[in-house]
């Protein structure tokens, strides 16, 4: 947990100079386009370490997009819009921190380890119920 928290610090350095010599939109772009392929990379069967490694460059490179769409947004859209923005995505973003925790346990069990009591039944009139006991219903 602790190596993977450090991703968010690890780019900084690296995505202050490409916002300096490639610019606010190139930089994005390459940081979305590599965010994407280790999302995709994601979801290969891989041990321990290269899942934290995966997770390591997952988080700089959030962070760095997250960095670079915050400096660019005050450049383009007005305060009201760009308030709007960002007040929705920190709340979309605390939504995700309080869904991560289940969702952590899902590669585990595609991958063949022990599978979370709420994941994986057969029975879908079972399902639903165990989904609603997830979300509190």
């Given at each position: 947990m602790?190596?993977?928290?450090?991703?968010?610090?690890?780019?900084?350095?690296?995505?202050?100079?490409?916002?300096?010599?490639?610019?606010?939109?190139?930089?994005?772009s390459i940081t979305m386009?590599?965010?994407?392929?280790?999302?995709?990379?994601?979801?290969i069967c891989?041990?321990?370490?290269?899942?934290?490694?995966?997770?390591?460059m997952l988080?700089?490179?959030?962070?760095?997009?997250?960095?670079t769409i915050y400096i660019y947004t005050a450049e383009v859209y007005p305060t009201q819009m760009r308030a709007l923005g960002m007040g929705t995505s920190?709340?979309?973003c605390r939504i995700g921190a309080m869904v991560a925790p289940f969702i952590s346990q899902v590669p585990r069990s595609?991958?063949?380890?022990?599978e979370p009591e709420w994941v994986g039944n057969k029975d879908p009139r079972?399902?639903?119920t165990r989904v609603s006991t997830l979300f509190g219903t």
């Open positions: 602790i190596i993977s928290t450090l991703g968010e610090i690890a780019l900084n350095p690296l995505n202050i100079l490409g916002i300096n010599f490639l610019g606010r939109r190139l930089s994005l386009g590599c965010t994407a392929l280790f999302f995709l990379l994601l979801n891989t041990s321990s370490a290269g899942l934290i490694g995966f997770l390591f988080r700089a490179l959030v962070a760095a997009n997250f960095n920190g709340s979309l595609v991958c063949g380890a022990t079972k399902g639903i």
